[in-house]
């Protein structure tokens, strides 16, 4: 089992930035993937952007490479997404994820076992 939870939603300006910060519990953190989706009111959840076990792969959407930055501390057990550039686009509930099973690259909701509850990012224009 892992437990996740997410941190570091809130509202800001188009334009600004927000880092978000998942803390993992359970699992040996360093033995899978993390990957980070989210979901606006009435849309399908969508993949905002995956790191590898080691952080040394990474891989994103289209509408936000360039903008946002995945990484981890694997000491920490922690992921973080790093948004900056954000656009009223952008507001949704986002959430982490982790592929305990690891295949690469985790672009799609069903290959992750374990979500967060989410945290709420609301970009006004």
């Known amino acids: 089992q892992v437990q996740l939870v997410e941190s570091g939603g809130g509202l800001v300006q188009a334009g600004g930035s927000l880092r978000l910060s998942c803390a993992a519990s359970?699992?040996?953190?360093?033995?899978?993937?993390m990957g980070w989706f989210r979901q606006a009111p009435g849309k399908e959840r969508e993949f905002v952007a995956a790191i590898r076990r080691t952080g040394g792969s990474t891989t994103y959407a289209d509408s936000v490479k360039g903008r946002f930055t995945i990484s981890r501390d694997n000491a920490k057990n922690t992921v973080y997404l790093q948004m900056n550039y954000l656009k009223p686009e952008d507001t949704a509930v986002y959430y982490c994820a982790a592929d305990v099973n690891s295949s690469w690259p985790p672009r799609v909701k069903a290959e992750y076992e374990f979500w967060g509850q989410g945290t709420q990012v609301t970009v006004s224009s």
């Open positions: 359970g699992r040996t953190f360093s033995s899978y993937c």
